[in-house]
Every structure is written in C-alpha cells, then in structure tokens.
C-alpha cells in the first residue's frame, strides 16, 4: 500500500453550478483538510460540498455541508475533514455565485 499526499482540488475559483471538482480513481482517497475563501467584498455566497458515492447519484442525502460565507470570510470546512472516498467516489461543490476559492487537500492511497 502506498499512500500519497497530494491537492485532491488544487487553489481554484469555484464554478457556481453543480461541478465535480475530484474523482477518485485509485483505491481510497482521504480528505484531510479543505480551505474555503469567499473572495468578495460585498455579497454573501453560499457553499454546498457533496460526496457521492461511484453506486449513488446525486441527491439530498448526499450533501455534507452547506455554508453561506459572509464578504471576505474564511472557512476550513471541519464537517468534511477525514471523510474517506472510495474509487468512483466523486467531490462536487455548488456556489451561488463564483466569488469562493477552494483548495482540498488530502492522501491518495494505492
């Protein structure tokens, strides 16, 4: 077993549609720590993150966290730190608007 330590979602501007930002294609997956930013001055965004399992589809069960940040505001998102994915396991996020910049960070296990 190897584990590597990698950005499962490298430093982005999140898209405000519903878009799948990591697969998981090797065995497990582990998200050890995620870095939210709302980068406007003026508007409050809301977050939502979703883990769908490679069986599942989209649905309400699904969603872990749904946040609104406030202008300029920062959030390390504690409800999804150690969530553990599987192979086919997907990491999507929806915003209200494009103003939030993500980064996930975590370990590949093979």
């Known amino acids: ?40 001055p003026t508007v409050a965004v809301t977050l939502d993150v979703t883990i769908i399992r490679a069986a599942d589809s989209p649905a309400a069960t699904n969603l872990l966290l749904k946040k609104v940040l406030q202008p300029q505001e920062s959030y390390t998102c504690p409800e999804i730190s150690g969530q553990c994915m599987n192979s086919g396991d997907k990491f999507i996020t929806q915003t209200s608007v494009s103003n939030i910049v993500m980064r996930v960070g975590g370990r590949e296990i093979t």
């Open 1 to 40: 077993m190897t584990v590597t330590v990698k950005d499962l979602v490298q430093t982005k501007v999140l898209e405000a549609p519903f878009t799948t930002q990591y697969t998981c294609l090797v065995a497990a997956s582990i998200v050890d720590k995620i870095s939210a930013y709302n980068n406007s």
